[in-house]
């Protein structure tokens, strides 16, 4: 849709609104302390990615700003506002995708505008679009059990987006998706942000991907984590993998990140959970 | 999946066929030796043909019965009952489960209740509500009713288990009402459950039933008929009766809830651990 955009405003900088600010945000569960002092301010409209080894807390922090959970100290606000539950707001894509079983491809990614009481037409024809990016078509009317979980994540995008929230909150959202559609998708997924304006959170394994997409790169330490790293990526968008300061970019974050997975391999064999 | 199912699919290629109609004749194989060692063995005199008639005679007097009208009005009466004890079954054990489930208010109150309830045979309630109630249909539909709604109530709870948080907090980042998730996030979740509910549920009742219309029913059912008869010694009623018990209640199991399956669990390709 915006392939053709040549130019675009330098990323949304830092004196952009706060939207999102997370201040000494601790959450354990049980004896398991998943985020030890996890401080940050996103901005308005801010591309922002969050990468870090596996099981430092990165979903939870995801989960704490959508407010599915309650943290064991420190606040979360979105507009100035402290979030004590979920809301339209902010639009979540799960890693596992979560899609309901009972309805059509096309009904689980209306669900949102159902909800909202958008009358029914005027969703399909919302959907619709969403479902062309995601290169859905033909699938509308098939059931979750019978796709592949390529599929099953698109779904889960376009369920997302369809409903339009300010902020989406995108955990490992190309995880089970083939290289090929993952690249449609990377592209999409920019212009959208680009075109709409969203403040977009994006957990992620892929340091390529995250310096490719985000204003910001944040870095997870090892459990109990907390942000180890800020990186700025002063680049203009949309970029291309084959820039040379993008590749330094990247091998900035992905030292940071090797020394981080290092120390929480090395803690996990000291003290197996 | 049922065989009901198996019917309803399209037929593909030949060897569907056959196994459809091997599924078909084999129980009526084995069921028709027996009632055709009966039959002659009635005949020729080697059992009592007044305790075991032979199954033309039960056949004609079934025939007879029919066109009396009487007989349907047994049927009539009993699948009345039934009906109606389940659906109450299934409205409030649904909402009882979801109560259990969901909210702790519910589990504290119902949890001990059924807990404490459940092991009861469903026969033992009849005398109370025989004096509570009376001799009259609301007896035999709260048997029903108590027969079906423990089971409702069970696997709706384990429904509500077995459903993931997460799809929950996908409605309620939607901006979800409590009615909007009620009705689009945990009825159709809980509904492959409350199918299996519904078909052990209607086994139990329909059990229950028969026993509480020989002991509280004042006229027709199909227990009545089969307690009326034993008064008379008319036999072939009796098995009649039996008869007619075994093929309802297969019906009513089997191939009732399997449409219910078929338009449910099996549309959205979901499996029911049993
Ligand atoms: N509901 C929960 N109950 C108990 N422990 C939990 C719960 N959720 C998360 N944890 C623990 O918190 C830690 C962080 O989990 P989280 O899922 O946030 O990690 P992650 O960074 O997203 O990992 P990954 O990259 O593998 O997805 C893990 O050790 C996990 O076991
Ligand atoms: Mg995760």
Redesign the pocket.
Known sequence: MLANLATTPFPRMANAKPKIVADKVRMS??R?N?IEDVTCTIGEQEFVSII?P???????FLYLIAGFEKSSGGTISVNGTTVTRPGPDRGVVF?EFVLFPWRTVLRNITLGLEIQKVPRREAEERARKWIRLTGLSGFEDAYPATLSGGMKQRVAIARALTYEPEVLLLDEPFGALDVQTKNYMIRDLQNLWIEANKTIVM?T?SVEEAVLMADRVLVFGA?PSSIVADVRIDLPHPRTVDDRRLREYQAEVTAVLSAEVDRSMSLERAHP? | MSADATILAPVRSRPDIRRLSLSIARPLISIGTVFLVWEVAARAGWINAFLFPPPSAIAATLWQELLSGELLQHIGRSLYRLLTGMALAVVFGTLIGIAIGMTAWGRAIFKPLISAFMPVPTLAWTPVLLLLVGINDRTTIIVVFIAAAFEVIYTVVSGIEGMSVRLFWVARSMGASRQQIFWKIILPGIMPYLITGIRLGSGYAWRALIAAEMLAASSYGLGFMIFDASEYMTMEVIYGGILLIAIFGYVIENVIVGRLEAATVEKWGVQVAR
Request: proline letters at 0%.
């Open positions: 569960f049980g398991v998943a870090g596996s099981g430092c807390g990165k979903s939870t890693q957990v394994h459990r959970a």
